[in-house]
């Protein structure tokens, strides 16, 4: 990729190529695609045997707790997308190709939008092997077809916007170690979420509290809408209006730290 | 100076060296403190439904069937952190000095073990006191409770010489994952939520031959004040570390050879 390269090309050329460079970076690292896809499957599987005790309690949505775990591994794989794509920017960051860049004609759109692409590419592949995965081990979805292609909708839309935050973190941050130290964030916001059990069966009233104000219960909920429900119209409306605020408002943030950002250097 | 008591003065030195770096390090601390309180919060109180399950047997209550999980799953890994903190001794040239320096190398190893079982201690007693206060019920004995700590120092002991042989062969941070994740999947393997009987599937299969579930009901039997399983449970942290003692030699003769 060349300043010309940058320079010749409309937002959109720009955006491929910046994508483009992004999800190569991806390809060239097993280490970012195996481990964000093996390890939240290694984690499916486990709760599935673990918790299946739980579906014989009165009032539990589904017969098999597989379809019911099936959401977390969607959820899971953002966070991971987000991760790495957030150190990915960092190291940018911290090499100097992003002040580098600053001296092409490219727009902060466009370099926004292309860091964007290493993200969204691992959301896109992650949730369509969870998906495999999940109708392979028997999981029906209960929207049928249609309900299948929103869910990966839905879950791309996930992946984005945690994508979103975790490049806010390294251009606030600017350092791989800032937003590696937010991970254990992402994965309170998980664990004490709807993630694992109904929030109608949460006993503790403090946890059933923390997982109502939780933006990540109804996240899962809309994923698993589709899978045990069927057509939620309230559970997906939820889930797709708090992961488009989330992306407006991380965008919002992350276009003013790129603008801080280059400023300062 | 005789050979143990070389061995024990090195072993002293790297204990207090480890012991003060975690305790005036908030970064090495705070993690091995906070994950083990994260995972008992999330457990006992998103999971304590699962007790209304059909056959779910604990009288003493689901907080205190996940503190018994707490117990051996922060043991072991205050082990596995203590293999991230020898990985970044040789990253930084401290480990390879210790190895010029230290007139019995053992006493290294040895060292590390005791610092990460005096972390063990700690964060067991932050997740008591956190329990404690939540209403957790603790229906064992004093001398119970003493058993459970032995466990749990036993399993941090076998912990750390399993990631101190990882630590001294890779002789990199980048290690960490190959250390973490052995320990990860062998804990989860086991009867984390509901007790084996109630596990499905090919979990149950594995869970049956998995040492840390003979560890696990006895730590539940420690907290229950019913002790079980005693003896699979010795024998089985008697074999790991045997195991781990050797696999940590191994790992200590590799860093030797390396220079």
Not at chain 2, 188 to 213: C, E, K, M, Q, S
Request: hydrophobic letters at 55%; one cysteine or more.
């Amino acid at each position: 990729m060349t300043a010309a390269a940058l320079a010749s090309g409309g937002t959109f050329d720009q955006v491929g190529l910046l994508a483009g460079r992004a999800v190569r970076r991806v390809i060239r690292q097993p280490a970012q695609i195996v481990f964000p896809i093996a390890f939240p499957l290694v984690l499916l599987a486990v709760n599935a045997s673990g918790l299946d005790a739980a579906t014989k309690l009165p009032g539990f949505p589904s017969a098999d707790y597989l379809d019911f775990a099936l959401a977390v591994p969607f959820m899971q794989g953002a966070l991971f997308a987000a991760l790495n794509g957030g150190q990915d920017l960092a190291r940018d960051i911290q090499g100097g190709f992003l002040d580098r860049l600053a001296l092409t004609p490219i727009s902060g759109a466009a370099l926004l939008a292309g860091q964007l692409g290493g993200a969204l590419f691992m959301g896109v592949v992650s949730a369509v092997l969870y998906l495999l995965v999940g109708l392979a081990l028997g999981v029906g979805i209960a929207a049928g077809v249609a309900g299948a292609l929103v869910l990966l909708v839905l879950a791309v839309c996930i992946s984005f916007a945690f994508a979103c935050f975790g490049m806010l973190v390294a251009l606030r941050a600017g350092t791989g170690e800032a937003v590696q130290g937010f991970f254990p964030l992402f994965f309170v916001l998980l664990f004490l979420s709807s993630a694992f059990f109904p929030r109608d069966l949460i006993e503790q009233d403090w946890f059933a509290a923390v997982a109502t104000y939780n933006p990540v219960s109804y996240m899962v909920e809309g994923l698993r809408s589709l899978v045990i429900t069927g057509w939620d119209g309230e559970a997906l409306a939820y889930a797709f209006a708090i992961s488009a605020i989330a992306v407006v408002c991380f965008l919002v943030l992350s276009s003013r730290a790129l603008r801080t950002r280059l400023t300062r250097t | 100076m005789s050979s143990l008591a070389r061995t024990r003065s090195v072993a002293c030195v790297v204990a207090w060296r480890g012991i003060h770096n975690a305790f005036t390090s908030p970064a090495l601390l705070l993690p091995s403190v906070l994950f083990p309180l994260f995972f008992f919060i999330a457990f006992a109180g998103g999971l304590s439904g699962v007790q209304n399950a059909p056959n779910f047997d604990f009288p003493s209550g689901y907080s205190s069937f996940q503190f018994a999980f707490v117990c051996v799953q922060a043991s072991a890994f205050g082990g596995v952190f203590t293999g991230f903190s020898i990985a970044s001794d040789f990253e930084f040239g401290f480990a390879r000095r210790l190895l010029l320096a230290a007139p019995h190398r053992g006493g290294i190893v040895i060292g590390y073990m005791l610092s990460a079982m005096a972390r063990a201690v700690f964060v067991l007693s932050v997740v008591l006191l956190a329990g404690l206060v939540s209403g957790m019920r603790v229906d064992g004995s004093p001398g119970d409770m003493l058993a459970l700590l032995a466990l749990a120092l036993a399993t941090s002991a076998t912990a750390t010489l399993w990631a101190a042989g990882i630590a001294m062969r890779l002789r990199t941070m980048q290690a960490g994952p190959v250390m973490q994740m052995p320990v990860f999947i062998a804990l989860f393997l086991a009867p984390v939520y509901v007790p084996l009987d109630l596990i499905a599937g090919w979990v149950h299969d594995v869970a049956r031959y998995n040492p840390f579930t003979a560890l696990l009901e006895s730590a539940r039997g420690f907290v229950s004040g019913e002790p079980t399983k005693i003896a699979i449970t010795s024998a089985c942290l008697v074999g790991m570390f045997a195991l781990t003692a050797l696999w940590a030699r191994g790992g200590l003769r590799s860093a030797e050879r390396a220079g």
